[in-house]
């Protein structure tokens, strides 16, 4: 990697803080806290425990849940797994069998959809809902597809390649007055936008630390009052966790992760604006664009996403790769070289799908950063040949 590379991708990783680095580091080392926190027989083990404990309560405070309620796991995938096949192991397991009808979308992360086709395989029913044309799951949507035997819903509260947000609040009312469990996948909503579990009908909601300028390999299941008892856990070997995620607490990890999330809400009020602003910029820099288009809601978003198809031009995304760290579709997609199943569900040609890019910008974007990226940028569109546009 060139050093000169203006980082744009945010959606897909973000650095860790240093102020988060250093109370990872504290955790490590001889003279670090590197105690076992289940070891309560000794100091080492109990401080360990303090600090696994703190940090339980950081993450809690950030998005209004109680400190109890978080369960930690190894990440956002792990959470969405934990969720999904828990609950719907724990209804097969009173019944007697598989079944029963879970709801979710085209749009998902592939951490929910490839678990949902998982429980397709082993007797449940999926309903994949299609985004309307903001890439919005509405309400209205979720209710429609509610029927006697729906016992779980599954719906992002932002989505990865479009920073749309979804209603999750009316989706939450809908879905507890039927009296079946709402799961929301929270990964790029934490520290974005503001969420308050005590007041939302969220039953279950994962995190990931790394989104949010923690480190990766650990993340969190919230946990409500609901799901308390409809949960199996999927990692058995020791109970850690209320029984829900067995094994050995990594302390420093957490200590991260806590870290983290309270930072996000110490900045959240001069970090956001400050990102809307730079959002504004980029647009404006790039308005100039013939035929450039802006997927999913204008209004119902965050600021820190783009994705951005270029439909008069070609882009010289190898080009622009010199300049720029973006992402020419999610990251779970890239690793296969496929087309964005979230562009393909928005109703994008194959080739309109190849001509889009999504930009997300974070805490360390500087407005320089945004004017040379769109400078980048509108060098690497090409201009079509005066043939091809006397032709079309």
């Known amino acids: 990697m060139k050093e000169s590379t203006l980082y744009f991708d945010y959606a897909a990783t973000t650095p860790v803080d240093e102020r988060v680095i250093k109370v990872m580091v504290d955790c490590l080392g001889l003279s670090g806290n590197f105690g ?78 490839d678990t949902a086709q998982q429980l397709q395989a082993g007797g449940f029913t999926v309903t994949y809902l299609a985004p309307d044309a903001d890439g919005l799951i509405s309400a209205d949507a979720v209710s429609a597809a509610l029927r006697e035997d729906t016992f779980l819903v599954s719906l992002m509260l932002v989505n990865n390649e479009l920073g749309t947000v979804n209603d999750v609040a009316e989706i939450g009312r809908r879905v507890r007055g039927h009296g079946a469990l709402l799961h929301v996948d929270a990964a790029q909503g934490a520290g974005k936008i503001g969420i308050d579990l005590g007041s939302l009908a969220v039953d279950l909601m994962s995190f990931s630390a790394h989104k949010i300028y923690g480190p990766k390999g650990i993340g969190a299941l919230y946990v409500g009052p609901r799901a308390e008892q409809r949960v199996l856990a999927q990692i058995h070997g020791g109970g850690h966790e209320s029984g829900l995620r067995s094994g050995t607490l990594a302390t420093h990890q957490i200590a991260g992760m806590g870290a983290a999330f309270a930072l996000a809400g110490e900045t959240f009020g001069q970090e956001i604006p400050e990102i809307e602003r730079l959002n504004g910029l980029l647009l404006e820099q790039l308005s100039g664009i013939p035929g450039l288009c802006i997927n999913g809601s204008p209004s119902k978003r965050i600021a820190h996403t783009l994705s951005l198809t270029f439909g008069n031009h070609d882009l010289n995304a190898a080009a622009l790769a010199q300049h720029l760290a973006f992402s020419s579709t999610s990251a779970c997609n890239s690793a296969k070289n496929t087309p964005s199943h979230v562009l393909l569900a928005l109703g994008l040609s194959p080739q309109a799908a190849s001509q889009t890019i999504r930009l997300s910008i974070g805490r360390f974007t500087r407005e320089q950063d945004i004017r040379r990226a769109a400078e980048a940028i509108r060098a690497s569109v090409i201009q079509p040949a005066f043939w091809a546009v006397a032709h079309a």
Do not use: Y
Not at 49 to 76: C, D, K, P
Not at 100 to 109: A, F, L, P
């Open 36 to 113: 076992n926190p289940a070891s309560s027989s000794h100091g080492f083990g109990r401080s360990a425990r303090l600090a696994v404990e703190n940090a339980r309560q950081q993450v809690a405070g950030l998005v209004g849940a109680q400190a109890s309620q978080i369960i930690w796991t190894s990440g956002a995938t792990e959470s969405n797994n934990l969720a999904l096949k828990g609950v719907a192991q724990e209804r097969a397991g009173r019944l007697g069998k598989p079944g029963g009808h879970i709801i979710t979308s085209q749009i998902e992360h592939k951490a929910v959809l």
